[in-house]
T-cell receptor
Framework: QQPVQSPQAVILREGEDAVINCSSS?????VHWYRQKHGEAPVFLMI?????EQKGHEKISASFNEKKQQSSLYLTASQLSYSGTYFC??????????FGTGTSLTVIP | GAVVSQHPSRVICKSGTSVKIECRSL??????MFWYRQFPKQSLMLMAT?????????EQGVEKDKFLINHASLTLSTLTVTSAHPEDSSFYIC????????????FGPGTRLLVL
């Protein structure tokens, strides 16, 4: 039931791109993306509600493939401030919400 | 932007005592608030959904008699960990929704509980 994220961890140099994937075994109504810094609560990044929807702002965007029950988060030209753990959150058609397994992202100079 | 506060931010208590954690939406009304627990290096786990004026809905495996939730107003929900034990030590986070659906959740800063 808990969505599986990949990769589990990734290290990037400033300016490099990254893709984080979130895969669910259930039919989804929506996918949320969050970033959590160590010792802090998660910060909401974006929500995708429709199949095939793609959203983004600045250099962080995401897509949602409803048929494949998958979502991907795209980080381009990464900055040091992007470091943290990224979680997807999925709401299935039965109104159950689960956070994903998490992806640790470290951006180094 | 929407702000959610939690109090206290950290608490240390002895085994067997009860601890109350408050979650407040400061600049909006929240019909629904959520309580999560996060163990070190693990994902957040939803504990319960709190609706103003009605009983909370607990996730499977969460003891409702141990984790008492009260959502007395549209801006305040409380989580009371009763008879706390060391295994209850965790990071507890609340979130609140301005609207009726799970469109956007605003998270509180979290409460770190340590039970000795």
């Amino acid at each position: 039931q808990q969505p599986v994220q990949s990769p589990q961890a990734v290290i990037l140099r400033e300016g490099e791109d990254a893709v984080i994937n979130c895969s669910s075994s259930k039919a989804l109504y929506s996918v949320h993306w969050y970033r959590q810094k160590h010792g802090e609560a998660p910060v909401f990044l974006m929500i995708l509600l429709k199949g095939g929807e793609q959203k983004g702002h600045e250099k962080i965007s995401a897509s949602f493939n409803e048929k494949k029950q998958q979502s991907s988060l795209y980080l381009t030209a990464s900055q040091l401030s992007y470091s943290g753990t990224y979680f997807c959150g999925t709401e299935d058609t039965g109104n159950q919400f689960y956070f994903g397994t998490g992806t640790s992202l470290t951006v180094i100079p | 932007g929407a702000v959610v506060s939690q109090h206290p931010s950290r608490v240390i208590c002895k085994s067997g005592t009860s601890v109350k954690i408050e979650c407040r939406s400061l600049d909006f009304q929240a019909t629904t608030m959520f309580w999560y627990r996060q163990f070190p290096k693990q994902s957040l786990m939803l504990m319960a959904t709190s609706n103003e004026g009605s009983k909370a809905t607990y996730e499977q495996g969460v003891e409702k008699d141990k984790f008492l939730i009260n959502h007395a107003s549209l801006t305040l929900s409380t989580l009371t960990v009763t008879s706390a034990h060391p295994e209850d030590s965790s990071f507890y986070i609340c979130s609140a929704e301005p609207g009726g659906g799970r469109e956007t959740q605003y998270f509180g800063p979290g409460t770190r509980l340590l039970v000795l």
